[in-house]
């Protein structure tokens, strides 16, 4: 009998501690579901709040960007091209329309005339203010003759009118082709040659007038013209210049005496 009570109580007891065990498994589910769920809630929360953050700033970015990056219209008005001057628009006429151009821009008529940069001085680098210079390439322009291009030595004389006055320029004859008295220029035909001139003297010796009076000054010149293919024996001539000084302090040749 009392075998029996004892087995009782402690199928009891048993039963009492699984009880216990089990109200104390449920509690603690329970209390950990609800943890969870409060964790995650949490979680959640947070991070919605976090992407309408973004959203909000984002939405504000954009709507204020194009306010701060777009500009006015240039509404200015803008300026009309100038209209071009007759005188720009115009064609500008040949320098040298029936003649020549020298170096130097000069000229020359008629247009048969050549100038042989080959055999003279670029009369677009002579000093024009030095007076033996101007001298020096106006003897050498003259008495250069070259029967290949020129059929009588006035196409010297026309050449070598850059160097001169105004009024001497004008008195050269318009068709120098037709000079006669070409007894010094003849022996240059058959071999189309051609004279050098060797400047041997510039001066004043000889005559008083030499000195120089007011613009004008009177030059003494000493030359040798000698042929290239030794068709003449070479020739020794004076001749006097009379310089004009022009009103930019240049000399030109205002009269010349051959002898």
Known sequence: MN??????????MTMIVIALVAAVALVLGVGGFFMARTFLTSVDSGTTAS????DSNGGMSGDSSPSETSQAPDTAPQSEAAAPTPEATASPMPPCEDGTSAPDGTCLHPASVQWLDDLLPDPSTVDRKD???????????????????DLTDAFASIRASVYETPELQRNHTPTPELVKGQGEFLPLVPNHSHTTVTIENIGVEGRESTRREGNEWVRLVSFTRSYADDSHEPVHEL????????????WAVGNAEWH
Do not use: H, M, P
Request: proline content about 0%; some cysteine.
């Open 239 to 250: 001749v006097f210049l009379t310089l004009v000084e022009q009103e930019d302090g240049t």
């Open 131 to 149: 007076a033996d210079a101007v001298c020096a390439a106006y003897v050498i322009t003259n008495q250069t003759w070259d029967a290949s291009r």
């Open 51 to 54: 992407k309408a953050s973004s």
């Open 3 to 12: 075998a029996l009570k004892r087995v009782a109580r402690g199928e009891r």
